[in-house]
């Protein structure tokens, strides 16, 4: 199974909701990472969690909260977000091995969310 | 600071035809990864390759080829015999080791290719 997965695949929400993205996967990675794509760029790491622990946090606003509740799962919790904020979330796991760094990444098919 | 080079926004070319896609990176790590990543449509990054910084041979698998030359820091990405489920945008992308021993990938712009029927 070298699957991740994600859910929603599409999402609105208005600017003062809160609402969570998810990210599953169960190929024993022990590397996940959320990244922000928008419209016609590539996409940008935003979160790294190692081991459960968040490792990376490449400047995000806080109105982005991520959470890794256990080795297969990772969320990400939004709260107050601003129409700017539309994009494409993909979701990715790599093995993490101190041995072997730098794995492949696994992506999900992303989160469509639209800010109104 | 790491960078990565896809001059070519976009390609078209008829199926059948062979296609190069380019790739130019720059980094100061003297160990790095390079991958190629496809994305359909649909959304998702699907995987195709990845290479160290100290292994040169070129790789080929089916009609996918790449040509790997640290001496013109380039990672090109070859299709032969292009075919319609081709069409996607294809990502290149440079490692870099970070504190964590994590990977942080830096992703070049990509190019959109387009294979005409």
């Known amino acids: 199974d070298t699957e991740v997965t994600q859910t929603p695949k599409h999402l609105v929400m208005g600017m003062t909701n809160k609402k969570s993205l998810k990210c599953e996967q169960h190929?024993?990675?022990?590397?996940m990472y959320w990244y922000k794509q928008k419209a016609k760029k590539p996409p940008e790491l935003m979160f790294v969690y190692s081991y459960e622990k968040l490792s990376i946090n490449e400047s995000v606003p806080s109105r982005f909260s991520p959470e890794c509740p256990n080795s297969s799962l990772l969320n990400l919790h939004l709260h107050a977000l601003q129409p700017e904020d539309s994009a494409l979330y993909l979701c990715?796991?790599?093995?993490?091995?101190?041995?072997?760094?730098?794995?492949?990444?696994?992506f999900g098919q992303g989160t469509r969310l639209t800010v109104v | 600071a790491q960078k990565v080079t896809q001059a070519q926004t976009e390609i078209s070319v008829v199926e059948k035809e062979d296609v190069t896609l380019d790739c130019v990176y720059e980094t100061r790590d003297t160990t790095y990864y390079l991958f190629w990543y496809k994305q359909p449509p649909s959304g998702e990054l699907v995987f195709l390759i990845r290479r160290n910084s100290f292994d040169e041979q070129n790789e080929i698998s089916g009609r996918y080829s790449w040509n790997f030359q640290k001496s013109t820091s380039s990672f090109n990405f070859t299709i032969t015999a292009s075919q319609v489920v081709d069409s996607a945008v294809y990502f290149c992308a440079l490692s870099e080791q970070s504190n964590f021993g994590n990977e942080k990938l830096t992703f070049g712009t990509g190019t959109r290719l387009t294979i005409i029927p």
């Open positions: 190929m024993g990675h022990r590397a």
């Open positions: 990715a796991s790599s093995h993490q091995d101190m041995a072997e760094l730098n794995t492949e990444a696994f």
